[in-house]
Structures are given as structure tokens and as C-alpha cells.
Nanobody, 123 residues
Framework: QVQLVESGGGLVQAGGSLRLSCAASGRTFSSYAMGWFRQAPGKEREFVAGISRSGGSTLYTNSVKGRFTISRDNAKNTVYLLMNSLKPEDTAVYYC????????????????WGQGAQVTVSS
């Protein structure tokens, strides 16, 4: 079992930055690929970014490339999502997820989910 707790969400103006953190407890954190997903009001949950178990490989959805950075600190059992140049369309509940060996965009790859953190970007 892995428990995931997100933090760092909030309200920010367009063009601003936020850093989300996801702290993991339970089984060995470094054995899981990690991902960030988001769900905007009235929309389905979508993939944002993923990172391999070692942190050596990352993947992003096109809409956040160049603005968001996913990283992890296996010593601290934490994965991060640094969000720069935020836009109103980035407003959503952001979820971190822990999966198997592949940090892909498919939700089915991930077996554990956090409770979500609200990010609101005002125009």
C-alpha cells in the first residue's frame, strides 16, 4: 500500500508559479513510477506529467511542455510539479499517482492516487 498526500495548491494570477508536492508513505517510494493528473470542472481527468522510478525519464502532455517540470526526491519520498507561466486553463484539481515501472499517460498504469489539490489561476 502507498498513501499519497498532495500539498502546495492555491490561487495564483495568470503568469505566476506554484509548486505542488506529493508525499508518499508506505511501500518503497523508489519502486514506483509517478504521475500528475488534473481534472477541470466538467472535464475528464487528464495526464499532465510522469516520471520514471529513478527520475531519469520524464513525460509531459503537450499543453504544459516548457512550463511545467516534474521531479522527485527518492530520499524524501516526494514528487514535485513545478508550474510556471500558469494560465487560467490550468485551473483544476491536481492529483498525484503512483504506478508500476512505466510513467505513461494512461490512468490504468497507476494503482494509487492522492486526494487532490486545487489549483486556481485567475486572469
Amino acid at each position: 500500500q502507498v498513501q499519497l498526500v498532495e500539498s502546495g495548491g492555491g490561487l495564483v494570477q495568470a503568469g505566476g508559479s506554484l509548486r505542488l508536492s506529493c508525499a508518499a508513505s508506505g511501500r518503497t517510494f523508489s519502486s514506483y513510477a509517478m504521475g500528475w493528473f488534473r481534472q477541470a470542472p466538467g472535464k475528464e481527468r487528464e495526464f499532465v506529467a510522469g516520471i520514471s522510478r529513478s527520475g531519469g525519464s520524464t513525460l509531459y502532455t503537450n499543453s504544459v511542455k516548457g512550463r511545467f517540470t516534474i521531479s522527485r526526491d527518492n530520499a524524501k519520498n516526494t514528487v514535485y510539479l513545478l508550474m510556471n507561466s500558469l494560465k487560467p486553463e490550468d485551473t483544476a484539481v491536481y492529483y498525484c499517482a503512483a504506478g508500476g515501472t512505466v510513467a505513461g499517460p494512461t490512468q490504468g498504469l497507476y494503482g494509487y492516487w492522492g486526494q487532490g489539490a486545487q489549483v486556481t489561476v485567475s486572469s
